[in-house]
């Protein structure tokens, strides 16, 4: 049966890539008619690289940043005028600009071997664990979504929504110390979450795309903050910008190493979302339905699995999660009041930790903690070397770009493509099938 | 039969044999229509509206200002309103359809309303002319976009990126006009360009069967990223020798441009305008008259059935994505080549997603998506335009509105929306 549906032999092969034996769990039904899953078949492709594809998409990505620090750099530029007479310039010039970028991101970034001392030094991978918290906290909510088969690609909205939440808890209430901090975060993770259930409900009720959704509700949240900071709501009405009062101290996440270094308390937050994280979809009755919905919704609903209510779930869920880097931007990273650009990229800049995370919990921890370290060591970069920080985003998109094609990464390494013999003896049964 | 319907307006459609109307159109005028009453005349505002139709660059014919009375315009205008939506329920009643003229004419009479009510006691007068030229000027590159995402989304490839070709037209039409001082060499670029963004798109989208709301996505950081480095590392550092394109004149047509109204809004113009009224007719006629367009819409409806009477779908898939590019990239060059001529970091801000709106709530059809993208320029047009007269809405609102509106479409509370059946959906030959 299956042989004669052209569409359905890459759906068997990529089931038998499945790692996880309990993970495939449609393997050995018959697909269905129309080709629905595909975005998940190629979502899976995207999840389930190996390691090494991995290492070597983000090699890649650091080539291209290397020409990009490269070609624009004025010494490169000049010694490149007299190549043809003295090529060892050019390419001593190239190094310095490159190398030079590099080491500035690791010193900025893991440790500042130029700084006096070891405490010192150790404040850069410090800051960047800062900088990975609201990252991971997204990237889970964003990977929850994945494996559950939605796109939220809404995550610029509920960091928005969650922030204002926090925010306005933070500043406009007063509650003892402790406390208030726990009431501001339950408020953003509230917000964050009610901003992801109208995606869950549209969904399930009207059947309206989530990615169609969260991508307009994205740009709903950002008018809806910005009319909100230019209201009494959130402005403070001692600035003329539009931004809104500093944070009350009894509020704000406290330090955990005193305060000569930024991490604070929301990272033990963030590794206590990892945890359930990987608890709900690992080991939980809700998380195995999750992601029975992701693997193949069809199956899922004739085994008895609500579907509806499951996006609902999800979506929530996903919410939650990605608010709480809304909370974390307002009351950890920037806590002197926030105007409408509070999100700082991170909505989408999780999605890219979700893939590099291929969706799996402690994935997304690494891969928000190696973005951490190439954010925090890229201002350090900036100020250094002088190279813009949005060499950064282009490498970050080109590893996404690379992860998601394995057979890219493999032509361009000359590797070896695991799956061919086994496509191969596939078809060869599938025809001693017919 | 027609009794069942009238009872259950919700069910409607659902019975098999005749064809049935749905009462949304109706029901979602009648909302608005109540909406006018509400506004015009319970909360009317007393004062006089001042409307001035005459356009800065108008020579010959000057017309008459006209001051309207702000609370009897609205109460007549919210009349006429609920009338149009009764006229529109009678017409479901004897099983027709409203027409999208009607729409459009009951949109334009609450709009006029809203305008009335807006600017009515505020000391200015509202430059009426003025206020459409800048809309279609803010209309222009969301009309390129939606544009190129109806044709990639009619041939099945989600087109999430157009946000990442707008801003790649943008960047490298300014740089290309800059550096060889020649417009049509810029816009040529822009389209390289938005083609070069396409490439990488449908080569992953088709070849490598990625998701293709990941690499969109993908793609517009990308784009965004690489734009914005290039512009503070490069472009800032030579801004006279890298990025001071020079700027599309205003191409009056003789005899067209005198017609007040009408005249200085559509027919003085520079060429890119002009290009976008080509493209959209070209789609439009490309579409649904001729054999491209009946193999790229059923590639993108049933690829199996394509492929089965020889059209190759990847290959179909492949250029016409790339098409769509260069048309999206022409919309970019209308940013800076066509309007202030400098580049800027991320100077698109988001036209590409409500040009993706835009082709949603256009239900992928390039003359409503044409529509749904001047609906959207004039909404955020106006956002700006009452933000300047002190008028009593938050422009904020106004600027929300195209987002809002397509979210209540993906919902079906206006109409149905429904897209091509394979789009997002990579085609695996067997």
Redesign the interface.
């Known amino acids: 049966m299956s042989a004669e ?3 359905t ?2 759906i068997a092969e990529t089931a038998t890539k499945l790692a996880d034996p309990k993970f495939d769990l449609t393997g050995g039904e018959a697909p269905p008619e129309p ?1 629905a899953p ?2 998940i ?3 899976r ?2 999840l389930n690289g190996s390691v090494v594809l991995t290492i070597l998409a983000v090699f890649v990505a650091l080539v291209v940043g290397a020409i ?1 620090i490269a070609s ?1 750099n004025t010494d490169v530029q000049t010694a490149a005028g007299y190549f043809l007479a003295r090529p060892g310039d050019t390419l001593a010039a190239i190094w310095q600009s490159v190398a030079g970028a590099y080491i500035a991101i690791f010193r900025g970034g893991v440790y500042d071997f130029t700084a006096s001392n070891f405490g010192t030094g150790i404040a850069s991978i410090l800051n960047s664990l800062g900088f990975a918290t609201p990252l991971i906290a997204a990237g889970l909510g964003i990977a929850v979504g994945f494996r559950s088969g939605v ?1 939220n ?1 809404g995550g610029t909205g509920m960091i928005l929504v969650a922030a204002a939440c926090a925010g306005w808890v933070g500043f406009a209430v007063s509650l003892p110390p402790g406390i208030h901090m726990i009431v501001a975060v339950l408020a953003g993770l509230v917000g964050g979450g009610f901003w992801a259930f109208l995606v869950g409900f ?1 969904k399930a ?5 989530e ?3 969260t ?6 949240a950002l ?2 903050i ?2 909100l900071l ?1 209201s009494p709501v959130l402005r403070d009405p001692s600035s003329n910008a539009p931004v809104s009062p500093s944070e009350k101290p009894t509020a704000v996440f406290f330090h955990l190493l005193g305060p000569s270094y930024s991490l604070n308390f929301g990272f033990i937050l963030v590794i206590g979302a990892t945890i359930f994280c990987w608890w709900l979809l690992g080991r939980s009755s809700l998380g195995f339905k999750f992601r029975a919905v992701g693997e193949n919704p069809r199956a899922a609903r004739v085994a008895g699995i609500h579907l509806n209510r499951m996006y609902i779930y999800v979506m929530v869920i996903s919410g939650v999660l990605v608010g709480f880097a809304g909370v974390y931007q307002v009351l950890g990273q920037i806590t002197t009041g926030f105007d409408r650009g509070i999100d700082a990229g991170i909505g ?2 999780a ?2 930790v979700a ?1 590099l995370g291929r969706s799996r919990p402690w994935g997304v921890f690494a891969a928000g903690i190696l973005f951490g370290i190439l954010q925090a060591g890229s201002y350090t970069m900036q100020a250094d070397q002088g ?2 920080v ?5 490498i ?3 590893i ?2 690379f992860l ?2 394995p ?2 990464v493999r032509a361009i390494f000359r590797l070896p493509d695991p799956d061919r013999r086994r496509a191969r003896a596939m078809s060869k049964k599938a025809v001693v099938a017919k | 039969m027609s009794a069942v319907t009238a009872t259950s307006p919700v069910a409607s459609g659902t019975a098999a044999g005749e064809l049935k109307v749905s009462y949304k159109t109706p029901i979602t005028l009648g909302i608005f229509a109540l909406l006018g009453v509400i506004l015009l005349v319970v909360f009317g505002r007393n004062g006089t509206s001042v409307f001035n139709f005459t356009a800065s660059n108008a020579g010959a014919i000057q017309l008459p200002v006209v001051s309207m009375p702000g609370h009897l315009t609205g109460v007549v205008i919210a009349i006429l309103g609920v009338l149009l939506a009764l006229g529109s329920g009678l017409m479901a009643r004897f099983q027709r359809r409203t027409p999208l003229w009607y729409i459009t004419i009951f949109a334009v009479v609450l709009v006029t309303g809203f305008l009335v009510w807006a600017s009515t006691g505020i000391p200015h007068e509202l430059h009426v002319t003025g206020l459409l030229v800048g809309a279609l000027g803010l209309s222009a590159p969301l009309i390129f976009g939606s544009l190129g995402g109806v044709l990639s989304e009619r041939v099945g490839v989600t087109n ?1 990126a157009i946000e990442g070709q707008l801003l790649a037209g943008a960047f490298v039409s300014a740089v290309t006009a800059t550096i060889t001082h020649s417009i049509i060499a810029g816009i040529l670029a822009a389209a390289v360009a938005g083609v070069l963004v396409s490439f ?1 798109l449908a080569v ?1 989208a088709i070849k ?8 969109g ?6 784009v ?3 734009t ?3 512009y ?3 472009l800032l550092n030579n801004i006279g020798a890298l990025n001071n394109p020079p700027v599309l004149k205003q191409l009056p047509i003789p005899g067209l441009s005198v017609i007040p109204i009408i005249g200085p809004l559509l027919f003085d113009q520079n060429v890119i305008v002009y290009f976008m009224y080509v493209a959209v007719a070209g789609v439009t006629i490309g579409l649904f008259r001729t054999r491209w367009g009946l193999r790229l819409r059923a590639v993108g409806e049933h690829p ?1 059935a394509a492929d089965t009477v020889g059209i190759n779908v990847g290959r179909t898939r492949f250029w016409n994505v790339a098409l769509a590019g260069a048309i999206v990239g022409v919309g970019g060059s209308y940013f800076t080549l066509g309007n202030i001529g400098p580049f800027g970091a991320n100077m698109t801000n ?1 036209a590409g ?1 409500i040009a ?2 835009a082709v ?1 709530f256009g239900g992928w059809h390039p003359i409503r998506a044409t529509l749904a993208s001047l609906l959207f320029g004039f909404a955020t047009n106006l956002g700006s335009v009452l933000g300047s007269i002190q008028s009593p809405v ?1 422009n ?2 106004l ?2 509105l ?3 509106v ?2 209540f479409a ?3 509370f206006v109409g149905r929306v429904r897209g091509p059946a394979a789009a ?7």
């Open positions: 549906l052209p569409a032999v890459p080709p595909r975005a078949v190629a979502l492709e995207a990009l624009t796109f690609i549209l009720r009207t059947g309206a795309h990615v169609i959704v991508i307009m509700l994205n740009y709903i008018y809806l910005d009319y230019n989408f800049t999605i890219t893939l190279v813009n949005n060499v950064l985003p282009v970050q998109s080109v996404v770009l998601a094609a057979p890219l | 999430i990488v992953f490598y069967v990625v998701n293709q709301v990941i690499i996505v993908v793609l517009n950081t990308l965004a990223g690489l914005t480095f290039l503070q590392q490069v199996q988001g997603y993706l709106a949603i938050p904020d609102f600027l929300m195209p987002y809002v397509t979210i993906v919902a079906g997002g959906r990579p085609y695996i030959k067997s």
